[in-house]
């Protein structure tokens, strides 16, 4: 169905549905618990584990497929997000204009870098687009102010143009919408004491992420995908057949490029501020991260690592020890106090300890990432299917003979 | 082992109380007016404090100051600040009867996840104050962020113009000084200590706190007959700063002037007494080194470079006044140590944001907008400055004499420190000696000032 | 002139910090076939050597001055290191002067100790997987490790002066025979750039003329015959993993004068000295030395006012523009060889 195989179908309608009723499920605990801590289900963070999401689709259209290894990512969300930014201050609050010019300017910069780094492979081409990256970032920190807005980011004030807009200065900032459909608008439904939140942003995000992911799943299944897979196995091979392979290796960086410009350029519609950090090195990383916490060249392994990191950043980094003490209030105090020194360095300010302790853990057990970490479950439960997981079981089993 | 009433025994029963009830706290805009107005029986603000990256320690300080805080709001402790405030609206209930409590998050000195961490609270966590932070970057984005969603922002450390300059916002208030007064306070002691007739060679962080600092204390200095020789802008976290230190011995530069702040401030300073300039002799005059703005921290990383360093500050545990001593001996005897001024600056903002929504009688924050403009009882102005934006919220007791919340700009005015590195600290906590404390009026402008020109308040936004 | 040979000066200071890192991370990559992306960890971990040592020698116990008071208004403690105790004041006093160079010998046998556990315990298990997951592994690795030390001793960098004899600067230029006081320069940067000259050349006549050394460099070209050959070069190996290690820790000790070391700086160096390697070429260790040298030099250039001037903000980018442009021109970086990491 939709040009899907079965499998493939199945897989894409469960994202689907996992996707359009996040509200529900990341919020599992009833609001004012003291569980309520580990609820996710907020506009806020939704939009981020789709966008980026999305943005960790398209790096593994690169990494996954042709196992070209990018270090510079980041640049590309960095530029789709400042480019969104200044099409809201000339043109129009409408995020469609925004989106495009995103996507058109990032794929323009993919172009160019990938060019000249898949000039180079291996370790030497991570190193190229490391370096553009971070020369990305140095002068949007910097030098480029006038464009940038620096430290501070590039954000809307009251006296831009916004030409489609019609003229006029507001009184207050205007916010980002979709044929008058504003982007922050919410809709809550309490159910007992359950407290669930709908935004617009987030469903418009969800969206997009969905046709994605379905272009996603083309590319991987098309004789273009089997072409990018054929590159990850065995480049010589491909060249002594005479076959240029550096068209097709281009393609890709330009498509994983533009994913990253359109993930960028949903940031900004989502919260208009464009920063310069969102293209340094540590970035660009954090979406290697994510795919190889997922699963690399999987389908769905790198929206599952994108969440996961996210969820550590903004739920675990909020608990501190006064909520440790309300969780454990019920035992006696010694205890108590013992189980808060014990959790202590792992949560709050240790959130990066944790996230670490987790990094090793996965990649040292679970060489497939998250994806081959639920197959493993799978089996437990039908052992009698050998050939369990498809197309997924395939990906990661190829990711684990190494590369060399 | 004696069971007072502690912290932890009001958050059990506090907890218990949450666990029975188990209802939101707060309400969405469209119910009540305005965003997260609270409806039970606590009140959620929301720290949001750089946990990890160079500034964690600052952070950690903050935190520190908040918990002391809402602890003192909620009649804990010995009060602190309460006692000694001018407005003695708050009596240890809480805000408005309602507990305080609060939620905490992680900036990394990054405005991107400054602005996540601060959503979060006011999405999910339903915070209706924001504060904390400590550089302007992340200030200035959470603060437009407040303004768009509907809450108030108290700007914890940000010392750049442009946080009540060109970006201020009528939710944003600032009690922290900024480059402007430390331009206008640090000079003339300058000029006393080391003459009018001096050549001054800047090394400033590039970056936009970097670039306003530069240009106010430039101006300042050359208004009292100073030139200068140089400016050179070095990349933020350079670590080693030798290629930009020789450029000076040659420059016949006879003041170097560091616009640089944390690990760069430490940094830059410690490379350049290394490199010998302070034994310098240039011009027939001492060879002199400045850091305009100080915090306790750099300068216990900074070690013993700092021995006789000119700075400025917004607040120091070692003035006498009352309110200060107050607050010092709460801080110390919780903590052990004496607060910072970025503590101090935390602290403060908490206790002003409770009582402008008491005056207020509302958590609406325009109401609350209202109270800190002195529109709803407190109004007054500064004596002896002859100014029609001379007016504003005047409060006293707070560790920096009578001190004036200007309507105009959402920006404090009072007391402004010249410090000095101390020649021979007795403990880790006198690094720093108080010089001057310079006036308020020598440290006054205009809100149109063309190094605070291009803003707009705005108008205060309620979220609905 | 003086311009020039001061920033040549402070560009081979620098090129000898990103040398030595990138001496380690060669040496771990030509052996082992590893990615260390915790090695900037191991390098901060050595400034720590320092700190620790540091804090040990000024353990004090308190003893009271009622003649000052504190903070809080209570008698002053004044604290009296144990060191001064059992050593007389005046050598007690000299013995804290000189912890930094005295942490060298803390260092070396500490840092072969995490190198040996690091391999034996974890990277061990990663020869046979890809590469990317070597660099998730070890920069997990890394995170953990630096967030340990921040849960001991916290973000704010720790002051960790030289001796008081290395402190000040000498009249370099005089030496040279220049003008009087036209080249200063701190002595302390002139030790650490000749500690490191010393290293690297430690490093180099230890796989040159020793067996031990002869049998490694064997093992790095062809590791399969060697072994054949019957030699136990796995053992050699995981000490080799101690020696880049500690040659990682020797490098941060004895940079903790020059930066006030704090628990993020391996991640600051990390990125450098990658791009240090990659231009000197994967698994050419004088290609990593020259490379280090050389971006350090020229960081330095660019730095200068005149340079600035003409091209705002090259500082910042110079070293990654340097980079493209070796890559550019030659494949495999100044010095590598052929095949090696271009999967």
Same mark, same amino acid.
């Given at each position: 169905?939709?040009?899907?195989?079965?499998?493939?179908?199945?897989?894409?309608?469960?994202?689907?549905?996992?996707?359009?009723?996040?509200?529900?499920?990341?919020?599992?605990?009833?609001?004012?618990s003291g569980l309520?801590?580990?609820?996710?289900?907020?506009?806020?963070?939704?939009?981020?584990?789709?966008?980026?999401?999305?943005?960790?689709?398209?790096?593994?259209?690169?990494?996954?497929?042709?196992?070209?290894?990018?270090?510079?990512?980041?640049?590309?969300?960095?530029?789709?997000?400042?480019?969104?930014?200044?099409?809201? @201050?000339?043109?129009?609050?409408?995020?469609?204009?925004?989106?495009?010019?995103?996507?058109?300017?990032?794929?323009?910069?993919?172009?160019?870098?990938?060019?000249?780094?898949?000039?180079?492979?291996?370790?030497?081409?991570?190193?190229?687009?490391?370096?553009?990256?971070?020369?990305?970032?140095?002068?949007?920190?910097?030098?480029?102010?006038?464009?940038?807005?620096? #430290?501070?980011?590039?954000?809307?004030?009251?006296?831009?143009?916004?030409?489609?807009?019609?003229?006029?200065?507001?009184?207050?900032?205007?916010?980002? #919408?979709?044929?008058?459909?504003?982007?922050?608008?919410?809709?809550?439904?309490?159910?007992?004491?359950?407290?669930?939140?709908?935004?617009?942003?987030?469903?418009?995000?969800?969206?997009?992420?969905?046709?994605?992911?379905?272009?996603?799943?083309?590319?991987?299944?098309?004789?273009?995908?089997?072409?990018?897979?054929?590159? @990850?196995?065995?480049?010589?091979?491909?060249?002594?057949?005479?076959?240029?392979?550096?068209?097709?290796?281009?393609?890709?960086?330009?498509?994983?490029?533009?994913?990253?410009?359109?993930?960028?350029?949903?940031?900004?519609?989502?919260?208009?501020?464009?920063?310069?950090?969102?293209?340094?090195?540590?970035?660009?990383?954090?979406?290697?991260?994510?795919?190889?916490?997922?699963?690399?060249?999987?389908?769905?392994?790198?929206?599952?690592?994108?969440?996961?990191?996210?969820?550590?950043?903004?739920?675990?980094?909020?608990?501190?020890?006064?909520?440790l003490h309300q969780w454990f209030a019920a035992l006696p105090d010694?205890l108590e106090?013992?189980l808060v020194?014990?959790?202590?360095?792992?949560?709050? @300010?240790?959130?990066?300890?944790?996230?670490?302790?987790?990094?090793?853990?996965?990649?040292?057990?679970?060489?497939?990432?998250?994806? #081959?970490?639920?197959?493993?479950?799978?089996?437990?439960?039908?052992?009698?299917?050998?050939?369990?997981?498809?197309?997924?079981?395939?990906?990661?089993?190829?990711?684990?003979?190494?590369?060399? | 082992?004696?069971?007072?009433?502690?912290?932890r025994g009001?958050l059990k029963s506090g907890a218990v109380?949450g666990a029975g009830?188990?209802?939101?706290?707060?309400?969405?805009?469209?119910?009540?007016?305005?965003?997260?107005?609270?409806?039970?029986?606590?009140?959620?603000?929301?720290?949001?404090?750089?946990?990890? +990256?160079?500034?964690?320690?600052?952070?950690?300080?903050?935190?520190?100051?908040?918990?002391?805080?809402?602890?003192?709001?909620?009649?804990?402790?010995?009060?602190?600040?309460?006692? *000694?405030?001018?407005?003695?609206?708050?009596?240890?209930?809480? /805000?408005?009867?309602?507990?305080?409590?609060?939620?905490?998050?992680?900036?990394?000195?990054?405005?991107?996840?400054?602005?996540?961490?601060?959503?979060?609270?006011?999405?999910?966590?339903?915070? /209706?104050?924001?504060?904390? +932070?400590?550089?302007?970057?992340?200030?200035?984005?959470?603060?437009?962020?407040?303004?768009?969603?509907?809450?108030?922002?108290?700007?914890?450390?940000?010392?750049?113009?442009?946080?009540?300059?060109?970006?201020?916002?009528?939710?944003?208030?600032?009690?922290?000084?900024?480059?402007?007064?430390?331009?206008?306070?640090?000079?003339?002691?300058?000029?006393?200590?080391?003459?009018?007739?001096?050549?001054?060679?800047?090394?400033?962080?590039?970056?936009?706190?970097?670039?306003?600092?530069?240009?106010?204390?430039?101006?300042?200095?050359?208004?009292?007959?100073?030139?200068?020789?140089? *400016?050179?802008?070095?990349? $933020?976290?350079?670590?080693?700063?030798?290629?930009?230190?020789?450029?000076?011995?040659?420059?016949?530069?006879?003041?170097?002037?560091?616009?640089?702040?944390?690990?760069?401030?430490?940094?830059?300073?410690?490379?350049?007494?290394?490199?010998?300039?302070?034994?310098?002799?240039?011009?027939?005059?001492?060879?002199?080194?400045?850091?305009?703005?100080?915090?306790?921290?750099?300068?216990?990383?900074?070690?013993?470079?700092?021995?006789?360093?000119?700075?400025?500050?917004?607040?120091?545990?070692?003035?006498?006044?009352?309110?200060?001593?107050?607050?010092?001996?709460?801080?110390?005897?919780?903590?052990?140590?004496?607060?910072?001024?970025?503590?101090?600056?935390?602290?403060?903002?908490?206790?002003?944001?409770?009582?402008?929504?008491?005056?207020?009688?509302?958590?609406?924050?325009?109401?609350?907008?209202?109270?800190?403009?002195?529109?709803?009882?407190?109004? +007054?102005?500064?004596?002896?400055?002859?100014?029609?934006?001379?007016?504003?919220?005047?409060?006293?007791?707070?560790?920096?004499?009578?001190?004036?919340?200007?309507?105009?700009?959402?920006?404090?005015?009072?007391?402004?420190?010249?410090?000095?590195?101390?020649?021979?600290?007795?403990?880790?906590?006198?690094?720093?000696? /108080? $010089?001057? $404390?310079?006036?308020?009026?020598?440290?006054?402008?205009?809100?149109?000032?063309?190094?605070?020109?291009?803003?707009?308040?705005?108008?205060?936004?309620?979220?609905? | 002139?003086?311009?020039?040979?001061?920033?040549?000066? !402070?560009?081979?200071?620098?090129?000898?910090?990103?040398?030595?890192?990138?001496?380690?991370?060669?040496?771990?990559?030509?052996?082992?076939?590893?990615?260390?992306?915790?090695?900037?960890?191991?390098?901060?971990?050595?400034?720590?050597?320092?700190?620790?040592?540091?804090?040990?020698?000024?353990?004090?116990?308190?003893?009271?001055?009622?003649?000052?008071?504190?903070?809080?208004? !209570?008698?002053?403690?004044?604290?009296?290191?144990?060191?001064?105790?059992?050593?007389? =004041?005046?050598?007690?006093?000299?013995?804290?002067?000189?912890?930094?160079?005295?942490?060298?010998?803390?260092?070396?046998?500490?840092?072969?100790?995490?190198?040996?556990?690091?391999?034996?315990?974890?990277?061990?298990?990663?020869?046979?997987?890809?590469?990317?997951?070597?660099?998730?592994?070890?920069?997990?690795?890394?995170?953990?490790?630096? =967030?340990?030390?921040?849960?001991?001793?916290?973000? !704010?960098?720790?002051?960790?002066?030289?001796?008081?004899?290395? &402190?000040?600067?000498?009249?370099?230029?005089?030496?040279?025979?220049?003008?009087?006081?036209?080249?200063?320069?701190?002595?302390?940067?002139?030790?650490?750039?000749?500690?490191?000259?010393?290293?690297?050349?430690?490093?180099?006549?230890?796989?040159?003329?020793?067996?031990?050394?002869?049998?490694?460099?064997?093992?790095?070209?062809?590791?399969?015959?060697?072994?054949?050959?019957?030699?136990?070069?796995?053992? &050699?190996?995981?000490?080799?993993?101690?020696?880049?290690?500690?040659?990682?820790?020797?490098?941060?000790?004895?940079?903790?004068?020059?930066?006030?070391? !704090?628990?993020?700086?391996?991640?600051?160096?990390?990125?450098?000295?990658?791009?240090?390697?990659?231009?000197?070429?994967?698994?050419?260790?004088?290609?990593?030395?020259?490379?280090?040298?050389?971006?350090?030099?020229?960081?330095?250039?660019?730095?200068?006012?005149?340079?600035?001037?003409?091209?705002?903000?090259?500082?910042?980018?110079?070293?990654?523009?340097?980079?493209?442009?070796?890559?550019?021109?030659?494949?495999?970086?100044?010095?590598?060889?052929?095949?090696?990491?271009?999967?």
């Open positions: 169905m939709l040009g899907l195989g079965k499998k493939d179908f199945t897989l894409f309608l469960a994202v689907a549905a996992i996707t359009l009723l996040a509200p529900f499920i990341l919020n599992p605990f009833p609001t004012g309520a801590q580990f609820n996710a289900g907020y506009p806020d963070l939704m939009q981020r584990f789709v966008i980026y999401g999305i943005f960790a689709i398209g790096f593994n259209i690169l990494f996954g497929l042709t196992g070209y290894l990018s270090f510079g990512h980041a640049a590309f969300l960095g530029l789709g997000s400042y480019s969104a930014v200044w099409m809201f @201050k000339l043109l129009s609050m409408n995020v469609i204009p925004a989106l495009i010019l995103s996507v058109i300017v990032a794929g323009l910069f993919a172009l160019v870098i990938g060019y000249i780094s898949l000039r180079r492979s291996g370790i030497y081409f991570s190193i190229l687009t490391l370096a553009f990256a971070q020369m990305a970032y140095a002068l949007a920190y910097s030098v480029l102010t006038p464009l940038t807005n620096g #430290e501070t980011g590039l954000q809307l004030t009251l006296d831009d143009p916004r030409v489609l807009d019609g003229g006029g200065r507001p009184t207050s900032l205007p916010v980002t #919408e979709l044929f008058g459909m504003e982007m922050r608008d919410t809709a809550s439904l309490g159910l007992g004491a359950w407290d669930f939140t709908f935004g617009v942003g987030f469903y418009f995000c969800a969206v997009v992420m969905l046709i994605s992911f379905y272009l996603a799943i083309r590319i991987f299944r098309s004789p273009f995908g089997m072409m990018l897979r054929a590159v @990850k196995s065995n480049q010589q091979r491909m060249n002594y057949t005479g076959l240029n392979t550096r068209p097709y290796t281009l393609a890709a960086f330009v498509i994983s490029g533009m994913y990253a410009g359109l993930a960028g350029g949903l940031l900004a519609c989502m919260d208009p501020l464009a920063g310069a950090e969102r293209m340094q090195w540590t970035a660009s990383g954090e979406v290697v991260l994510m795919t190889i916490l997922g699963g690399a060249g999987t389908l769905i392994g790198p929206i599952l690592g994108a969440g996961m990191i996210k969820y550590f950043e903004n739920i675990f980094s909020k608990i501190n020890d006064a909520v010694g106090d013992f020194t014990i959790i202590h360095p792992f949560i709050g @300010k240790g959130w990066h300890l944790t996230l670490g302790l987790m990094f090793m853990a996965v990649v040292i057990f679970l060489p497939g990432g998250l994806v #081959e970490g639920g197959q493993r479950v799978g089996r437990l439960f039908r052992r009698r299917d050998r050939k369990a997981g498809g197309a997924e079981a395939q990906a990661a089993e190829q990711r684990r003979t190494p590369a060399e | 082992m004696s069971r007072h009433f502690t912290r009001v109380a009830l188990a209802l939101p706290t707060y309400l969405r805009a469209q119910e009540s007016g305005f965003t997260n107005a609270p409806t039970g029986d606590t009140v959620i603000l929301g720290f949001n404090v750089p946990q990890t +990256g160079a500034y964690a320690d600052e952070g950690a300080d903050e935190l520190r100051a908040f918990q002391l805080a809402v602890e003192h709001l909620n009649g804990e402790g010995d009060g602190g600040m309460l006692q *000694t405030f001018s407005e003695q609206n708050l009596d240890g209930t809480g /805000i408005l009867g309602k507990r305080v409590d609060y939620v905490t998050g992680d900036t990394q000195t990054k405005s991107d996840v400054a602005r996540a961490s601060a959503q979060s609270m006011i999405q999910k966590d339903g915070a /209706i104050m924001i504060s904390g +932070g400590s550089s302007s970057g992340p200030a200035i984005a959470v603060q437009a962020l407040c303004q768009e969603a509907g809450v108030i922002f108290m700007a914890g450390l940000t010392h750049s113009n442009d946080t009540t300059g060109k970006d201020k916002k009528a939710n944003g208030f600032r009690h922290f000084f900024n480059a402007y007064m430390s331009g206008a306070a640090l000079p003339p002691i300058l000029a006393e200590q080391y003459g009018t007739d001096r050549r001054a060679y800047h090394l400033t962080a590039d970056y936009t706190w970097g670039w306003t600092q530069e240009e106010s204390i430039k101006a300042a200095t050359e208004a009292l007959g100073w030139e200068t020789a140089n *400016t050179v802008l070095t990349p $933020v976290g350079a670590g080693d700063f030798s290629s930009y230190i020789t450029p000076v011995l040659q420059s016949g530069a006879d003041v170097l002037i560091l616009n640089h702040y944390g690990g760069d401030m430490v940094n830059s300073l410690t490379q350049a007494v290394q490199f010998g300039l302070r034994d310098r002799q240039v011009n027939g005059k001492n060879f002199e080194i400045v850091v305009p703005l100080y915090s306790e921290l750099m300068a216990a990383g900074a070690g013993e470079a700092i021995k006789g360093i000119y700075g400025s500050m917004n607040w120091n545990w070692q003035l006498q006044d009352a309110g200060t001593q107050a607050f010092t001996r709460s801080f110390g005897e919780k903590y052990g140590f004496p607060p910072s001024n970025a503590a101090h600056t935390c602290y403060v903002q908490t206790l002003l944001y409770a009582d402008a929504v008491t005056r207020a009688g509302s958590f609406n924050p325009c109401a609350v907008v209202e109270a800190l403009e002195g529109r709803t009882g407190g109004s +007054g102005s500064l004596e002896g400055i002859d100014s029609a934006s001379n007016e504003g919220f005047l409060f006293d007791g707070m560790g920096n004499g009578p001190t004036l919340y200007r309507a105009a700009d959402h920006q404090c005015f009072k007391d402004v420190l010249v410090v000095r590195g101390a020649e021979n600290p007795t403990t880790p906590y006198d690094n720093l000696e /108080i $010089v001057e $404390v310079t006036p308020v009026e020598q440290v006054w402008y205009e809100p149109d000032h063309p190094q605070f020109a291009g803003g707009d308040l705005g108008e205060c936004n309620p979220g609905a | 002139m003086d311009a020039i040979i001061l920033q040549i000066l !402070n560009g081979l200071d620098k090129g000898s910090a990103y040398a030595l890192i990138a001496l380690g991370l060669t040496l771990i990559f030509g052996t082992l076939g590893v990615v260390n992306f915790a090695h900037g960890a191991l390098f901060m971990i050595g400034a720590f050597c320092a700190v620790t040592l540091n804090a040990l020698l000024g353990m004090s116990h308190q003893v009271e001055d009622p003649t000052r008071t504190d903070f809080l208004g !209570n008698p002053l403690q004044v604290d009296v290191p144990y060191v001064q105790d059992i050593f007389g =004041e005046a050598l007690g006093a000299s013995i804290i002067d000189w912890a930094v160079p005295l942490s060298i010998l803390l260092a070396i046998p500490v840092m072969l100790l995490i190198g040996l556990v690091m391999e034996r315990g974890l990277i061990r298990h990663f020869y046979k997987r890809p590469h990317a997951d070597q660099i998730l592994v070890t920069f997990g690795l890394a995170i953990v490790l630096q =967030e340990i030390i921040k849960a001991i001793y916290g973000a !704010n960098p720790i002051p960790t002066p030289a001796p008081d004899a290395f &402190r000040g600067s000498v009249d370099f230029g005089q030496w040279l025979g220049f003008q009087a006081g036209s080249i200063i320069y701190p002595v302390w940067r002139l030790v650490y750039f000749f500690f490191s000259a010393l290293i690297i050349a430690g490093v180099f006549a230890f796989l040159q003329f020793t067996t031990f050394g002869m049998v490694v460099r064997a093992g790095m070209a062809d590791r399969e015959t060697v072994g054949l050959l019957g030699i136990d070069i796995d053992r &050699r190996f995981t000490l080799m993993f101690g020696i880049a290690a500690a040659v990682a820790g020797l490098a941060g000790v004895m940079y903790t004068p020059i930066l006030s070391p !704090n628990y993020h700086m391996g991640m600051d160096f990390l990125v450098l000295s990658f791009v240090v390697v990659v231009v000197g070429g994967m698994g050419s260790l004088p290609g990593a030395v020259l490379a280090g040298f050389l971006l350090g030099i020229l960081q330095s250039f660019a730095s200068m006012n005149a340079v600035k001037s003409l091209l705002p903000g090259i500082d910042q980018i110079i070293i990654y523009l340097v980079a493209i442009a070796i890559l550019l021109l030659r494949p495999r970086g100044l010095m590598g060889r052929k095949g090696v990491m271009e999967e």
